[in-house]
């Protein structure tokens, strides 16, 4: 069973390292992950055959490459990505498939590079099944299959259902088939991703459009995959999702396609968040403390540009103080703060609700100069990073037995403008 993770507001290390040691060693903003908690979460999952990390939660070649050696395979949505992850020390083909390409779309980019690279394919529209007979004959495909419904902690994370683009609507299943036949490709796996976050009841009415979609198509289905959307937990009230209960129900659903098709069925998961969320911690400086009429405000020197999530989907973070000088009362009082950002833009705050609405946090009473850190961020943090306002890219380390390990340098000023040219007219 997975041990819940506790949000301490007050926090002096990392890792076993002291915070005022990574600041000065490496500056502010700066992501830091944690390999043993990736490691505890991968070991979660041993249950299942396959455990595929989808890449996008967290692309760093570093992060690949240490879930590759815990014996993790990868989901790539993008040639970029299987880029990073052939970086990371993946192969490109092999049973079962290192790398597997996941996407609604082929771009022309992907197509000429599955032409060229044996690269097992996860397609998201009837199109590409066609697209892919055209460059590949006799190769095999996964359907992702949308069967109509979803879920979500956000109705922007919830990948099922009409109002969502993902995946092969179910009722256009037997034009797939047509299309696998005539393309001469055959269809060996199924995938049914429905949205982040997920509950047992829910999770029966997937397993039964998966088995019922199996059998539609037949013995030639010789992998299923549950898909990722594992919750995390980003509160103390949230609970860990019981992964023993919620492998015996996939494995009941694999076991009975197993009997009906007299072969073994290969059953994979593909979690991204839940493997690299709760190792991630964005370390930042308070650079500011001021009133906004009864609001008090902390300003940090990391910005949306760093940590989408807040904004884009009203997400929680934990958030804890580390002070640069000790106390020496031992008694340190607590305050209601805003926490935002460095950016011109009046969304750039930390502690906002879904919709934008401003909420304040009880935190530590803290001065310009101390430390304030963003925690659970391991997971589409950096991935989303963006120069808005021409601010560069953080760095990040991993933090592995006790010793800090850079694994990207931070973006310097001349960064941001490489590639850009002034043209002579």
């Not at 926090?11 to 944690?34: C, V």
């Not at 979609?213 to 019981?242: C, F, H, Q």
Request: hydrophobic share 35%; aromatic share 8%; proline share 6%.
């Amino acid at each position: 069973m997975a041990t819940p993770t506790t949000f301490p507001v007050h926090r002096t290390q990392i890792a076993g390292i002291p915070i005022s040691h990574l600041a000065e060693t490496f500056g502010t903003p700066t992501y830091f992950y944690d390999s043993e908690k990736i490691a505890e979460r991968v070991n979660d999952l041993k249950k299942f055959d396959v455990i595929r990390f989808a890449q996008k939660a967290n692309s760093n070649i570093a992060i690949l490459d240490f879930v590759r050696r815990q014996g993790v395979l990868v989901d790539a949505v993008s040639v970029g990505e299987i880029h990073r992850a052939v970086s990371a020390g993946y192969q490109l083909n092999g049973t079962p498939s290192p790398i597997v390409y996941t996407a609604d779309i082929f771009d022309r980019d992907a197509l000429d590079f599955l032409r060229k690279n044996p690269v097992h394919c996860n397609a998201g529209s009837p199109e590409m099944i066609t697209q892919l007979g055209e460059i590949r004959p006799n190769a095999e495909i996964t359907l992702r299959i949308n069967p109509g419904f979803g879920h979500g902690h956000s109705q922007k994370t919830n990948t099922g259902g009409d109002s969502s683009k993902h995946g092969i609507w179910h009722e256009q299943l037997p034009e797939c088939i047509n299309r696998a036949a005539a393309a001469k490709v055959k269809i060996s796996g199924l995938h049914m991703h429905i949205g982040s976050g997920t509950d047992f009841e829910h999770l029966s009415m997937v397993c039964a459009s998966m088995k019922s979609t199996a059998l539609s198509i037949g013995p030639s289905i010789t992998t299923i995959s549950a898909g990722g959307g594992l919750p995390t937990p980003y509160r103390e009230s949230d609970k860990m999702i019981d992964i023993d209960r919620y492998f015996e129900i996939w494995d009941a659903t694999r076991k009975e396609l197993e009997t009906a098709f007299h072969h073994p069925i290969c059953l994979e998961i593909e979690p991204g968040r839940y493997l690299s969320a709760e190792s991630g911690y964005l370390l930042s400086e308070i650079r500011a403390v001021k009133k906004m009429g009864d609001k008090l405000y902390y300003l940090v020197d990391a910005g949306f540009n760093n940590l989408a999530r807040p904004i884009m989907y009203g997400s929680y973070h934990p958030i804890s103080i580390s002070h640069r000088a000790a106390n020496d009362s031992n008694v340190t009082p607590t305050v209601e703060a805003i926490v935002g950002g460095p950016l011109c833009e009046s969304g750039d705050i930390f502690t906002q609700e879904e919709g934008g609405f401003v909420c304040s946090r009880e935190l530590p009473a803290a001065k310009v100069g101390d430390f304030l850190i963003i925690e659970c961020a391991g997971a589409y943090g950096f991935v989303m990073s963006s120069n808005y306002n021409s601010k560069p890219f953080a760095a990040e380390v991993l933090l592995h037995e006790q010793t800090p390990y850079p694994i990207r340098e931070r973006q310097t000023n001349e960064d941001l403008i490489r590639g850009e040219k002034i043209p002579s007219f």
